[in-house]
């Protein structure tokens, strides 16, 4: 099987949902830094991002709280229906108390406070668009006791049929992992840094509710066994 970096250019088509104009316009600006995104529009309000949800069909929408005609957590329903696939990342520069629950229980993704770092933005993002979720430093707290990591990852994967767990990148990994070639040796095949495979084996095994690469392997196979 022959290896390139096409799905490793594959852009993350995000849409920002924010009716502070200098925030959202910062935003895009920001995100343009970084060769793995590319922000599709900006909407001010609730149907501006229906709009646009339905024209530019977005992997992930970073969504703000508050907007002048509807409740950010609101949109989640709605959202979801129109393109179940789309990551949704809650924005808030406000207290998050009370909506960090009510986002993640209604499909949300992951929660961010609009004074993160860029860094962490772009890494919510991505992690959200992989397939897990993210929370801002210290966000976790402001989450009912009853819902933790693993609960909001099931969730967040319940709608997901087994065969699609895995992204294209990550099918590609556990393949050659279950060939036994090491994280270095991966790295060299896809042309892609160590780390970044450190990051894919450290998501399979989340996805895959396993601890080993020997279990992830396994699992992986009774999938596909399963599907067939």
Not at 9 to 36: C, I, M, P, Y
Not at 121 to 146: C, K, N, Q, T, W
Not at 160 to 167: C, F, M, S, V
Request: neutral net charge; proline residues 3%.
């Amino acid at each position: 099987m022959s290896y390139n970096n096409t799905v490793e250019l594959k852009k993350v088509k995000v849409l920002v949902v924010d009716d502070h104009t200098l925030f959202a316009e910062g935003t895009v600006s920001l995100l343009s830094s970084e060769s793995r995104i590319s922000v599709v529009g900006i909407a001010k309000n609730g149907i501006e991002c229906m709009s646009l949800i339905r024209k530019s069909r977005p992997d992930v929408v970073l969504l703000d709280i508050k907007l002048p005609d509807v409740c950010g957590t609101d949109l989640i329903d709605t959202i979801n229906e129109v393109i179940p696939r789309t990551k949704i990342l809650m924005l808030t520069g406000y207290s998050p108390k009370g909506y960090v629950t009510q986002s993640m229980s209604k499909g949300a993704n992951g929660f961010l406070l609009k004074d993160c770092a860029v860094k962490e933005m772009i890494e919510g993002i991505l992690r959200v668009y992989d397939g897990g979720v993210f929370f801002s430093e210290g966000l976790e707290a402001f989450l009912h006791p009853e819902i933790s990591s693993s609960v909001l990852y099931s969730t967040v994967a319940s709608a997901i049929k087994p065969t699609e767990l895995l992204t294209i990148r990550e099918k590609e990994i556990i393949e050659l992992v279950s060939k036994g070639l090491h994280n270095k040796e991966i790295a060299s095949v896809l042309d892609i840094k160590v780390r970044t495979v450190n990051f894919h084996v450290s998501n399979i095994l989340l996805k895959l509710e396993v601890n080993t690469r020997l279990e992830a392997v396994l699992r992986w196979a009774n999938i596909n066994n399963n599907a067939i």
